[in-house]
């Protein structure tokens, strides 16, 4: 099984600051790599597919980049709305597999 | 809209079975893979298992394999998870998912969830 390693497990920033979330895949899986958001209690939202696409109607300030083993994520200026546990999950083989999450907090 | 509505959660002994519905509206069923995700309290997500839009790929977490179904009727627009065997550590929300693109070799991207169907095993 292909196994996801995000980090930071947690940050803290403020409002208006640029975060970068990190995931590393255990082999190469090209660009199969989607992040979802999830915020508490609720399902969680596809943002980026395909490592750098973005979903549709989902803010410019999300953004993806990234391939083979290592992908980012980032937000380029936090808003208080984008409070929420960030996972990454890839598709190149079954099982699918997701990273153990990052939870963004405001400073 | 589309809509995904999970049903059959419940308490469990361990040992136990369950088998979980998800009831689908607003797109064409037929033509999409679905996928199983759970969620353990205060955990993160784990794919659990999913099938493809005509059933050629199944796959099955690790954790589940042997003693997990998944299976799907077209015709009622319904997505099913038979699971047995049930152990402490299936107790979780589990959501139902769609994928993004229709008509893929294998599940791959999750654009429409559920609100999930709690299961707790306990004894």
């Known amino acids: 099984d292909i196994q996801m390693t995000q980090s930071p497990s947690s940050l803290s920033a403020s409002v208006g600051d640029r975060v970068t979330i990190t995931c590393q895949a255990s082999?190469?899986?090209?660009?199969?790599l989607n992040w979802y958001q999830q915020k508490p209690g609720k399902a969680p939202k596809l943002l980026i597919y395909?490592?750098?696409n973005l979903e549709t109607g989902v803010p410019s300030r999300f953004s993806g980049s990234g391939s083979g083993t290592d992908f980012t994520f980032t937000i380029s200026s936090l808003q208080p709305e984008d409070i929420a546990t960030y996972y990454c999950q890839q598709y190149y083989n079954l099982p699918l597999t997701f990273g153990g999450g990052t939870k963004v907090e405001i400073k | 809209e589309v809509q995904l509505v999970e049903s059959g959660g419940g308490v469990v002994r361990p040992g136990g079975s369950l088998r979980l519905s998800c009831a689908a509206s607003g797109f064409t069923f037929d033509d999409y893979g679905m996928s199983w995700v759970r969620q353990a309290p205060g955990k993160g997500l784990e794919w659990v298992s999913g099938m493809n839009w005509n059933g050629g790929s199944i796959g099955y977490a690790d954790s589940v394999k042997g003693r997990f179904t998944i299976s799907r009727d077209n015709a009622k627009n319904s997505l099913y998870l038979q699971m047995n065997s049930l152990r402490a550590e299936d107790t979780a929300l589990y959501y139902c998912?769609?994928?993004?693109?229709?008509?893929?070799?294998?599940?791959?991207?999750?654009?429409?969830w559920g609100q999930g169907t709690l299961v707790t095993v306990s004894s």
């Open positions: 395909d490592a750098s």
């Open positions: 082999q190469d899986i090209s660009n199969y």
């Open positions: 998912a769609r994928d993004l693109t229709a008509m893929t070799e294998t599940v791959e991207k999750f654009q429409h």
